[in-house]
Nanobody
């Protein structure tokens, strides 16, 4: 079992940066692919970024490419999402997710474990 807890959300202005953290419990964290998804009001959950177990492979959704960076610290059981040049359209609840397997998928349905989410609001 893996339990995930996000933190770091809040209110920022367009163009600002923010870093989200995801703390994981469980010994097998370091072997699991991890991902970030987000969901805005009235919209479906959207893929943001994913990382394989080592961080050697990453993938990003088109809306965030070049602005967001996913990383992980397996020794500390943590994953991060560095978000730069934030836009109002980045406003959403951000969720971290993990899956028991080896492939870092972009589809939310492939992830077994989810955090409770953290709100990110980008507004002037």
């Amino acid at each position: 079992q893996v339990q995930l807890t996000e933190s770091g959300g809040g209110l920022v202005k367009p163009g600002d940066s923010m870093r989200l953290s995801c703390a994981a419990s469980g010994r097998t964290f370091s072997t699991y692919p991890m991902a970030w998804f987000r969901q805005a009001p009235g919209k479906e959950r959207e893929f943001v970024a994913t990382s394989n177990w080592s961080g050697g492979f990453t993938s990003y959704g088109d809306p965030v490419k070049g602005r967001f960076t996913i990383s992980r610290d397996n020794a500390k059981n943590q994953m991060f999402l560095q978000m730069n040049s934030l836009k109002p359209e980045d406003t959403a609840v951000y969720y971290c997710a993990a899956r028991s397997g080896s492939v870092a998928y972009t589809e939310a349905r492939m992830y077994n474990y989810w955090g409770q989410g953290t709100q990110v609001t980008v507004s002037s």
